[in-house]
């Protein structure tokens, strides 16, 4: 078995978590698969897998800015790399549209499967999303680091938008990048002709806006008590 030097004790705790979460989902797919002799939704891997990505991105920041600074060409590139996929850890939960009654199995049994991968994948975003915000608060003001925390999630959230009403995805940030820009520009400058643009990208930033204040209160309140219990 690997034992994974390069990576700290909590580092390795952090991928045996994420490895059991992921080898849930696994385990559901592949009862589904036996059960109904069908590889529907096996494009839920390929979003767990780009929701992988960002973590990735987030840690190996970490370990670059650490020995050096933040506004330079390999930190800033890791950064956007980064900010472009995050997104994709958060996406999977607009896959939920998907989910039909199929006569293959049990609808709450494709219910429960699908909750495994968005938590799969929320798991891997939200601590992405906590390792920059460390690595902020290590540098700037607590306001200001939250001020883009925030920021981010609403990027996010209308990344969400784009990618599940207007299909683009990551990628065409490069490929197309002046398509992805005039459907942005245009719902800017038209937003009365877009409603779904905000009611999307509002729903989602006050989910996971809410989400990851919880989980970053929690964590705060568990190092409180762990301290108080020293």
Request: aromatic fraction near 18%; charge should be positive; hydrophobic fraction near 55%.
């Amino acid at each position: 078995m690997p034992k994974f030097k390069f990576l700290s004790p909590k580092e390795r705790d952090l991928v045996i978590i994420f490895g059991v979460s992921n080898l849930v989902c696994i385990l559901f797919f592949a009862i589904r698969v036996m059960d109904s002799h069908s590889w529907r939704y096996f494009f839920l891997f390929w979003n767990l897998f780009l929701a992988w990505l960002p973590l990735v991105f987030a840690w190996w920041l970490a370990k670059v800015i650490s020995k050096g600074r933040w506004f330079s060409l390999g930190p800033l590139v890791l950064t956007a790399l980064w900010l472009g996929f995050l997104p994709n850890s958060f996406y999977l939960t607009s896959d939920l549209i998907h989910l039909q009654s199929t006569g293959e199995v049990s609808l709450l049994f494709d219910v429960v499967m699908f909750m495994a991968f968005i938590w799969a994948a929320l798991l891997l975003g939200f601590t992405s999303l906590i390792m920059v915000h460390k690595q902020l608060l290590k540098r700037i003001d607590r306001g200001t680091a939250h001020g883009l925390i925030t920021i981010v999630l609403l990027i996010c959230s209308f990344a969400i938008y784009l990618g599940r009403y207007l299909r683009w995805s990551t990628w065409d940030v490069l490929v197309n990048p002046a398509g992805i820009l005039f459907d942005v520009t245009d719902r800017f400058i038209s937003p009365s002709a877009h409603p779904q643009t905000f009611t999307t990208t509002a729903t989602f930033f006050i989910l996971y806006g809410s989400m990851y204040i919880a989980i970053w209160r929690l964590i705060d309140l568990l190092k409180a008590d762990e301290t108080a219990a020293r």
